[in-house]
């Protein structure tokens, strides 16, 4: 087995990793940045199909924050372009532009008691939040019983969290709001997402760190109680790569199993199995010669039975479809979302809602994929409220992703958060033993 030695490795090229190795180098850190597929951005990267690029997970990309500023450090460029309106919703069929009016135009016209509704999410701006264990279905409905409302809020938490209103704490909902980017701004990466982390893994590249993919860690050493190597498998080829810090993006569970359940606490490798709870979302790529939305940004639905929102891709980025189609993703949620479903008829139901809220969906959509997240390659790989510490409790060894977010935060932002925070609490010296993972 070949011997080579690195400051840092980072299992795994999503979101979070790709961050994480981004700061690492620009801090002058020696970073090898592994995932075990050919392709950069794990679920959030891009695969082609019949001549479309088609994103395997997240399309909407924050602008500002965290993220941007992790393109920045590594001289990237974050190439997105934003729609206008960025979001809408679709309330049996009319389209309400919320970018001027905001949630008063949107519950105003819904129901007279809005400004019960409105008065609470001023009161969470100011901090004062539910307990984390009411969940959002709950805490509506101490306000209104309107169905439409309670539709609207279910397709929110659906797009955002993919989880249920009734699955999501009213805590969490509100946090992110009421204090996180909460999308206001994004935009759409011309060339896929999967190129937003190319440019990161360029930028690493060039501050002197590596870049391998195709290439699996397995197995995770520990010495004294602290990290000492990574095993990595390169297309066939054994390499112990020596090591001080690993950054695994491969979430807890899997980053248990790489080690050896023996070198955690206990109460660590408890929660991996209790208290994360993988959050689901099933993906509808398609495309069509006709035009089937016309806003060209986000569309949440109000009145549902999985479906919770669609994206109108081509209309800011063209260079996504083969000339002469417009392209579309839509998702659905499905009952329960954090539980065990059945596939097949989750993706059923929500093609039922496609062919009901899109006029000309069923003579003239073209599928191009139908992907159901779940289990070990959810939407999320832990629900907002339900996520775990950064630190493992081992010297040395730190997570990032989405099973470590903070609290109330979700998406590429919320991995690029936790990113920041490792690579923070790594160059500030923090060690492990001092800390309670
Ligand atoms: C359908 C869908 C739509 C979404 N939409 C949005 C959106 O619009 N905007 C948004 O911000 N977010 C969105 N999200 C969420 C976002 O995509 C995820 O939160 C994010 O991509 C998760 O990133 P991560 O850092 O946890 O890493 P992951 O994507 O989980 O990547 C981890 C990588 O590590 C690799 N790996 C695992 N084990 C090993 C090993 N032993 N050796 C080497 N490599 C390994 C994996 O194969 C994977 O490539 C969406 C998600 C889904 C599924």
Same mark, same amino acid.
């Given at each position: ?13 999503g979101?979070?990793?790709c961050?994480a ?14 995932d075990d ?41 974050l ?13 049996d ?5 919320v ?22 999410f001023?009161?969470a701006?100011?901090?004062?939040l ?20 309670h539709?609207?809020?279910?397709n ?9 209103a ?12 009421t ?15 999967g190129?937003?982390?190319?440019a ?9 760190g ?5 290439a ?10 602290g ?9 066939g080829q054994? *390499? ?5 810090? *690993?950054?695994?993006n491969?979430?807890p569970?899997?980053?248990?199993a790489?080690t050896g359940?023996?070198h955690f606490?206990a ?6 199995r209790?208290?994360?709870k993988?959050?689901?979302?099933i993906?509808?790529n ?14 949440t ?11 109108n ?12 189609w417009?392209?579309? *993703? ?24 496609l ?13 191009l ?5 779940r ?12 996520d ?20 109330g935060?979700?998406g590429?932002?919320?991995c690029a958060?936790?990113?920041?925070? *490792? ?13 309670t993972?």
């Open positions: 087995m070949r011997e080579i030695q690195f400051d840092a490795v980072v299992v795994g090229a979101a979070g990793g961050c190795a981004a700061r690492l180098a620009a801090a002058n850190r020696s970073v090898l940045l592994i597929h050919d392709y950069l951005g794990g679920r959030a990267g891009t695969e082609v199909i019949d001549g479309h690029l088609v994103n395997i997970g997240a399309i909407a990309l924050e602008a500002g924050g965290v993220f941007e500023e992790t393109f920045s450090l590594v001289g990237a460029e190439d997105i372009r934003e729609p206008k309106p960025g979001a809408v919703f679709n309330i069929g009319k389209i309400v532009d970018s001027k009016g905001g949630w008063g135009l949107l519950l105003g016209g819904l129901t007279r008691h809005a400004t019960k509704v409105l008065d609470q001023a009161q701006k100011g901090g004062n539910p307990d984390g264990r009411q969940s959002t279905q709950d805490w509506l409905n101490g306000f209104t019983g309107n169905a439409t409302v539709a609207i809020f279910r929110l938490c659906a797009s955002i969290f993919a989880m249920n009734d699955e999501i704490p009213a805590r969490a909902f509100l946090t992110y709001f204090s996180k980017g909460a999308f206001k701004r994004f935009g759409f990466h011309p060339r896929g997402t190129a937003a982390w190319q990161l893994a360029d930028g690493v590249v060039r501050k002197g590596e870049v391998w993919l195709s699996s860690a397995t197995r995770i050493e520990i010495e004294n109680g990290v000492a190597a990574v095993h990595v498998d390169r297309a054994g *390499v112990r790569v020596k090591v001080e810090t *690993v950054v695994a491969c979430g569970r899997a980053l248990v790489l359940e023996e606490a109460d660590y490798v408890r929660q991996t209790e208290r994360l993988p959050a689901a979302n993906v509808y398609f495309a069509s010669r006709e035009p089937l939305m016309s806003p060209p940004g986000i569309m639905f109000a009145k549902t039975r999985r479906l919770c929102n669609m994206a891709l081509t209309a800011t980025c063209p260079e996504l479809a083969p000339e002469g417009h392209q579309y *993703v839509a998702y659905a949620v499905p009952k329960p979302a954090i539980g065990d479903f059945d596939s097949e008829g989750e993706v059923e139901e929500g093609l039922k809602d062919r009901e809220q899109i006029p000309g969906f069923a003579e003239h959509a073209k599928m994929s139908i992907r159901v997240m289990d070990a390659w959810p939407a999320q790989r832990t629900g907002a409220g339900y775990m510490d950064q630190a493992t409790g081992i010297e040395g060894l730190w997570c990032v992703g989405d099973a470590v977010k903070v609290y935060n979700g590429t932002q919320a958060e936790s990113a920041k925070i *490792v690579v923070d609490r790594i160059m500030a010296g923090e060690r492990q033993d001092t800390v993972a």
